[in-house]
């Protein structure tokens, strides 16, 4: 019988984070042996928001994925409207489009790119993982030189080499599903913030097909969620929603993320708790930090490697919505903020490049929502 091949990369997880790992590294190195494990057979439903930010086309773009066959069949977005707790709102046309798609399409789309740029696509649910000094070797007794996880939330491989979870505020909760679009505006995303259990926020984001994808969320402290507790939360700030399909999730946040390069082995994405803060956005982190992990695990030293190139990437970014997460602990910043937005359309620009993209927190935006705070009229 025939030894079985070593890979050079092994990656778990077959979403936006994992198929732009496989990308990254068949770019870096076309000749590569990569290969793609998901316990699921796509297409496949996740749990998510489903919104697209232009920032993460950006990267797959560079990856060699076309956009458009991406978000065909998606309603272009274009505006954004923001509700404060105390009922502040900014609404206005965002500098660039998005894109709603469900992740049953997006997914199974990326899938096909990263299978067509010469990634092997494996089902397997891998439970565990051994790490030697010259290999890695899965449970099912595939071996490679590097394994990068991208499997999650709850991701198997960030628990095999025992990395800490997040602490305490840095985990949120949500629950999502899909009503009519029959209330809201076809191009417009919501986000509806409230003081109740600050930070929380629920949100319709229109797909473009008569659907909207809704939900809410809020950080978890020490008092379990409920997933009735958040079904009626949902409908209490959107009383007008009829949605079907509710799950929920766990959202690791960026606030608590651990180190992202160990030996033989690299997280990115949620596995990595590269989610928003601000906004539990993550698929731009995901396709970031996956195409900087799958060019690193394919050069040398490999954890050092990626570890320093997200840190030049993402690493300011990082650090500024550490900030603006320990500044709006409280709601009357964030309120201040959207106030802030609603006045000026650079303001505004610079939350939701800070929310969706790898923006920052800006002195003009800081200035107005200081005026904002002193003078609230």
Not at 35 to 43: C, E, N, R, V
Not at 160 to 171: A, K, L
Not at 291 to 312: I, N, T
Not at 349 to 358: I, M, P
């Given at each position: ?43 496949r439903d996740k749990v998510c928001g489903d919104g697209i930010a232009p920032a993460a086309l950006d990267v797959l773009a560079d990856l060699g994925v076309d ?311």
């Amino acid at each position: 019988m025939a030894e079985a091949p070593r890979w050079d990369v092994v990656i778990v997880g077959a979403g936006p984070a994992g198929c732009a790992a496989a990308l990254g590294a068949l770019r870096a190195r076309p000749d590569a042996r990569v290969l793609l494990i998901d316990s699921a057979t796509f297409p496949r439903d996740k749990v998510c928001g489903d919104g697209i930010a232009p920032a993460a086309l950006d990267v797959l773009a560079d990856l060699g994925v076309d956009p458009d066959t991406l978000v065909g069949g998606s309603a272009p977005i274009t505006r954004i409207r923001l509700r404060s707790p105390s009922g502040a709102v900014a609404a206005r046309t965002t500098v660039r489009t998005g894109f709603v798609v469900p992740r049953t399409l997006f997914d199974e789309r990326l899938v096909r790119a990263a299978v067509a740029a010469g990634a092997v696509l494996r089902r397997h649910t891998v439970r565990s993982l051994t790490v030697d000094e010259d290999e890695v070797i899965l449970d099912d007794g595939t071996t490679a030189a590097i394994v990068i996880g991208a499997d999650g939330a709850e991701s198997v491989v960030r628990r095999s080499i025992t990395v800490r979870s997040g602490r305490t505020g840095t985990v949120a909760l949500a629950i999502r599903g899909y009503a009519p679009a029959d209330h809201w505006p076809a191009d417009e995303q919501l986000l509806r913030m409230t003081a109740t259990h600050w930070p929380a926020y629920a949100w319709v984001f229109p797909i473009g097909d008569g659907r909207a994808n809704v939900g809410y969320g809020e950080i978890l402290r020490n008092t379990p969620l409920t997933r009735a507790y958040l079904e009626q939360r949902l409908h209490a700030l959107l009383p007008d929603a009829r949605p079907t399909k509710l799950r929920a999730h766990r959202l690791p946040l960026s606030t608590g993320r651990p180190s992202v390069g160990h030996g033989r082995v690299l997280l990115v994405g949620d596995a990595a708790a590269l989610i928003n803060p601000l906004t539990g956005e993550g698929i731009f982190y995901a396709v970031v930090s996956g195409a900087l992990a799958g060019a690193a695990a394919v050069g040398p030293a490999p954890a050092r490697s990626y570890a320093d190139a997200l840190r030049a990437r993402l690493g300011r970014h990082l650090r500024h919505t550490d900030l603006a997460a320990f500044l709006t602990r409280t709601p009357r910043l964030i309120d201040a903020a959207v106030g802030a937005a609603g006045r000026d359309q650079r303001a505004f620009d610079s939350f939701v490049d800070l929310g969706l993209g790898d923006g920052l927190l800006g002195a003009r935006s800081l200035l107005r929502t200081a005026r904002r705070l002193i003078t609230p009229w």
